[in-house]
């Protein structure tokens, strides 16, 4: 009997070692993972009930902001403006985030940085959370809202990028889900996002939507044809003559200027009136195959540009050995880039050479403090134009710019370029250019790409108004 209960003892006291040695377990050497499985009930309960910071715009107002919502105290997060959605994203306690909530969730929920441990005892002692920080963004909101309703009802991307400091003022992306009720339609968006991707409302087409150039890649060749020693008087034979493109179909193989140039003959006003004659001829002459794919790279259409701990994209960069120049001259060939490329390719022009070191967020403040703290970043990027050509591609811009604008500011340089995608093919408009301003050595870069429009002219159209807000910007 004695031995019977000496062997009942001791499996009970093996089995409290096991319990014991799998609690050790569980709770120290897998501690961490557990706190961070997704299907970890404790953790989806604390996200739920955790008071997120806000997201402010570049003067103090709220853009993104947490309320409890029910008797249980679960966070609701609300967005009081629909049109900031493509510069600050979603959060979703079920679905994740996008863009600025996902870039800085780490500062949104006050884990960035060293912690302050008299804050974080002083709210132990108090049993309560320590709340996340908030997030001071660069978006003006005046602007972001102008820039998103331009865009209309159409498809396509806007960028406004303040030079030399790199701060985004306004980033559009069309169309673009409701953040208030994102958990409600996300089967919905997450049906249009896998069956046909470049539609999704999911995609932020400013930083990641891929198009293709079309005559938007004029600036880019004039610079590169600039710096091959190439000048803007430089007599352009035939300059109205249409190009061919017997590659495309017969509803967009002829391109003609996209304005008459009158009686004008010089490569200047070609660019300024979007003809594409003299870019058709030089890629192959001046410019080598070779050539057009080094200036791709130095002008960073190769690489996904750099954003503040944020994500880009970039388009389709394998250009085959013996690609079509005809179609590449035109930015109907193999090259895509994404407007986000495109507004630093601006910015290197207006900034001497040297694109800014782009952002959407600049400073993080605890909750319990009144001071902005802010976020280390670069200020400039590599230079990737040539010096030398740049006042030239201003000039050229200039006067592409009273081109384009029958009531035209001084201080206004732009482009329109338009492309075809798609099957039938669709007609895209691109307006890239930006506005000087009164302080020395600063700009404005804006950037327009509508998708599906009637008429080539639909991204200058939309850039008007907003070229006009921008001479009056004041930081």
Same mark, same amino acid.
Request: overall charge negative; glycine content about 6%; aromatic content about 8%.
């Given at each position: 009997?004695?031995?019977?209960?000496?062997?009942?003892?001791?499996?009970?006291?093996?089995?409290?070692?096991?319990?014991?040695?799998?609690?050790?377990?569980?709770?120290?050497?897998?501690?961490? #993972?557990?706190?961070?499985?997704?299907?970890?009930?404790?953790?989806?309960?604390?996200?739920?009930?955790?008071?997120?910071?806000?997201?402010?715009?570049?003067?103090?107002?709220?853009?993104?902001?947490?309320?409890?919502?029910?008797?249980?105290?679960?966070?609701?997060?609300?967005?009081?403006?629909?049109?900031? !959605?493509?510069?600050? =994203?979603?959060?979703?306690?079920?679905?994740?985030?996008?863009?600025?909530?996902?870039?800085? #969730?780490?500062?949104?929920?006050?884990?960035?940085?060293? +912690?302050?441990?008299? %804050?974080?005892?002083?709210?132990?002692?108090?049993? %309560?959370?320590?709340?996340?920080?908030?997030?001071?963004?660069?978006?003006?909101?005046?602007?972001?809202?102008? !820039?998103?309703?331009?865009?209309?009802?159409?498809?396509?991307?806007?960028?406004?990028?303040?030079?030399?400091?790199?701060? $985004?003022?306004?980033?559009?992306?069309? *169309?673009? +889900?409701?953040?208030?009720?994102?958990?409600?339609?996300?089967?919905?968006?997450? /049906?249009?996002?896998?069956?046909?991707?470049?539609?999704?409302?999911?995609?932020?087409?400013?930083?990641? =939507?891929?198009?293709? *150039?079309?005559?938007?890649?004029?600036?880019?060749?004039?610079?590169?044809?600039?710096?091959?020693?190439?000048?803007?008087?430089?007599?352009? +034979?035939?300059?109205?003559?249409?190009?061919?493109?017997?590659?495309?179909?017969?509803?967009?193989?002829?391109?003609?200027?996209?304005?008459?140039?009158?009686?004008?003959?010089?490569?200047?006003?070609?660019?300024?009136?979007?003809?594409?004659? *003299?870019?058709?001829?030089?890629?192959?002459?001046?410019?080598?195959?070779?050539?057009?794919?080094?200036?791709?790279?130095?002008?960073?259409?190769?690489?996904?540009?750099?954003?503040? %701990?944020?994500?880009? =994209? @970039? =388009?389709?960069? @394998?250009?085959?050995?013996?690609?079509?120049?005809?179609?590449?001259?035109?930015?109907?060939?193999?090259?895509?880039?994404?407007?986000?490329?495109?507004?630093?390719?601006?910015?290197?022009?207006?900034?001497?050479?040297?694109?800014?070191?782009?952002?959407?967020?600049?400073?993080?403040?605890?909750?319990?403090?009144?001071?902005?703290?802010?976020?280390?970043?670069?200020?400039?990027?590599?230079?990737?134009?040539?010096?030398?050509?740049?006042?030239?591609?201003?000039?050229?811009? @200039?006067?592409?710019?009273?081109?384009?604008?029958? #009531?035209?500011?001084?201080?206004?340089?732009?482009?329109?370029?338009?492309?075809?995608?798609?099957?039938?093919?669709?007609?895209?408009?691109?307006?890239?250019?930006?506005?000087?301003?009164? #302080?020395?050595?600063?700009? $404005?870069?804006?950037?327009?790409?509508?998708?599906?429009?009637?008429?080539?002219?639909?991204?200058?159209?939309? /850039?008007?108004?907003?070229?006009? @807000?921008?001479?009056?910007?004041?930081?």
């Amino acid at each position: 009997m004695t031995r019977e209960l000496n062997n009942l003892a001791l499996a009970f006291m093996l089995g409290f070692c096991l319990v014991a040695l799998s609690s050790a377990y569980w709770s120290i050497l897998q501690h961490d #993972d557990l706190l961070t499985r997704s299907d970890n009930p404790r953790r989806i309960a604390a996200e739920q009930t955790f008071p997120r910071g806000m997201i402010v715009d570049r003067n103090g107002l709220a853009i993104a902001s947490s309320r409890p919502r029910g008797s249980e105290g679960i966070m609701q997060r609300i967005y009081p403006y629909d049109e900031a !959605v493509g510069a600050i =994203g979603y959060y979703s306690h079920q679905y994740g985030a996008d863009g600025l909530e996902a870039a800085f #969730d780490d500062v949104l929920v006050g884990e960035y940085g060293a +912690p302050d441990e008299w %804050r974080v005892l002083w709210n132990d002692l108090l049993d %309560r959370e320590t709340p996340g920080y908030d997030l001071r963004s660069t978006i003006d909101l005046r602007l972001q809202v102008e !820039v998103t309703q331009v865009l209309g009802n159409h498809a396509g991307a806007a960028i406004v990028l303040h030079v030399p400091t790199g701060q $985004i003022l306004a980033m559009s992306s069309q *169309p673009s +889900p409701d953040p208030n009720v994102i958990d409600l339609n996300w089967d919905e968006l997450n /049906a249009l996002d896998t069956q046909t991707p470049r539609e999704s409302p999911l995609l932020n087409r400013a930083l990641r =939507g891929t198009y293709q *150039p079309g005559t938007a890649i004029q600036p880019a060749l004039m610079v590169a044809m600039l710096a091959e020693g190439e000048a803007l008087t430089q007599r352009v +034979p035939d300059i109205s003559r249409p190009v061919i493109l017997p590659e495309l179909s017969s509803q967009v193989g002829v391109w003609p200027c996209l304005f008459s140039p009158g009686q004008s003959t010089e490569l200047v006003d070609a660019f300024a009136h979007t003809c594409p004659r *003299p870019f058709v001829s030089t890629l192959g002459t001046t410019l080598s195959a070779a050539d057009y794919r080094r200036y791709l790279s130095q002008f960073g259409f190769m690489d996904s540009p750099p954003l503040y %701990r944020m994500e880009t =994209g @970039r =388009g389709n960069t @394998r250009l085959s050995p013996d690609l079509n120049v005809q179609l590449e001259a035109m930015g109907q060939g193999q090259l895509t880039i994404t407007p986000f490329q495109m507004a630093l390719f601006v910015a290197a022009i207006a900034n001497n050479g040297s694109p800014p070191y782009p952002h959407l967020a600049n400073a993080y403040r605890p909750s319990d403090e009144v001071e902005w703290r802010p976020f280390d970043i670069p200020f400039h990027s590599p230079v990737t134009l040539p010096e030398a050509v740049i006042p030239d591609i201003r000039q050229a811009l @200039r006067l592409s710019a009273s081109v384009l604008f029958d #009531d035209v500011s001084p201080t206004w340089h732009g482009h329109l370029g338009t492309a075809y995608s798609g099957v039938p093919p669709r007609v895209y408009s691109w307006f890239q250019g930006f506005v000087d301003l009164p #302080d020395d050595g600063a700009a $404005i870069v804006l950037i327009i790409v509508i998708e599906g429009v009637e008429e080539p002219e639909a991204a200058a159209d939309a /850039a008007a108004p907003i070229l006009a @807000r921008l001479d009056d910007w004041r930081d």
